[in-house]
Structure formats: C-alpha cells, structure tokens
C-alpha cells in the first residue's frame, strides 16, 4: 500500500488510536497507546529539532507499519517506509526503515527518532492532538512529493 495523500495518512494514524503496542519483556500486555506515542514521539522531536519537520514526521507516522503489517513485526518497519515514501519522500522513509535498529546506527537522526519514541513510552504530557499536524504534513508532501498534498 502507498499513501497518495495526507488524508489517508490521517486516516491511518486516527485509526492507531485504541491500538496498543505490546510491552517489552516478559509477555506483558497493555503498552503505549500506538496514537498517543505518535503525538508525544513527535512532540518531542519538535522540542529538541524545531526545524527539522520530517524527522518529527518520521515519529509521528512511525506506528503505521503496526497496522499496515499487523502479524509481521520484523516487516513493520519496510512496510511503513514503503507506505509513506510517494507522500513524504525518502528521507522519511529511511528514517522509519531504519528506525528499529537506530540505537546501534551512528546515524544521528536515527538516534534522535529512538531517543524519542523510547522516552515517549513513559512521558507523561499533553503532546496535542493529531490535527494540530496537518499543516506539517501538507508541508512535507508538498516539497517531497510528485503528487503534491492533494487530500
């Protein structure tokens, strides 16, 4: 599946809400909420990389592969990064390939998008809400993508 728009990039994310990762180690159940990690993920990048709006993008639309991919965790990261990659071009989509393994990459993107989906599992703040977004995502489309921001 490729996104063609932001819209059914907003789509995709809303439909995270409710979806649970699952927690790590020992088979417990019950993580992070896949919507809100996303806002918070994103959040925090906005923080320490203000002008860095696709990394933040990178975090924002990294749970997409847990829906796109729901029974493959290792293909989840490929798949999202194919996903995304016609709406908000390839650096966006090497960020969330590569995203798993970030914390063994030299890359420091990669280990800035890491930092912040791990630390975004226990912050505990009002990262906003997913519209507060669009604008961002129509931004980063434009400019990376042949199709434009078309919705």
Do not use: I
């Not at 927690?23 to 159940?29: L, P, Q, S, V």
């Not at 490929?78 to 914390?103: T, Y």
């Not at 931004?139 to 434009?148: D, F, I, K, Q």
């Amino acid at each position: 599946m490729e996104l063609r728009s932001v819209e059914e990039l907003m789509d995709l994310l809303y439909a995270c809400k409710g979806v649970r990762e699952a927690e790590r180690g020992a088979g417990k159940a019950g993580g992070a909420d896949l919507h809100d990690h996303a806002l918070r993920t994103a959040a925090l990048l906005r923080r320490t990389r203000p002008a860095d709006k696709e990394l933040q993008l990178a975090g924002l639309v990294q749970p997409v592969g847990r829906l796109l991919c729901p029974n493959d965790p290792a293909g989840r990261a490929a798949r999202a990064a194919d996903a995304v990659r016609p709406l908000l071009g390839p650096r966006v989509a090497a960020l969330l390939r590569h995203h798993p393994w970030a914390a063994h990459h030299a890359d420091d993107d990669l280990a800035r998008l890491s930092h912040a989906a791990e630390e975004a599992r226990s912050a505990g703040f009002d990262a906003g809400v997913l519209e507060d977004w669009r604008t961002v995502l129509h931004l980063v489309a434009g400019r990376n993508s042949p199709l434009g921001a078309v919705d």
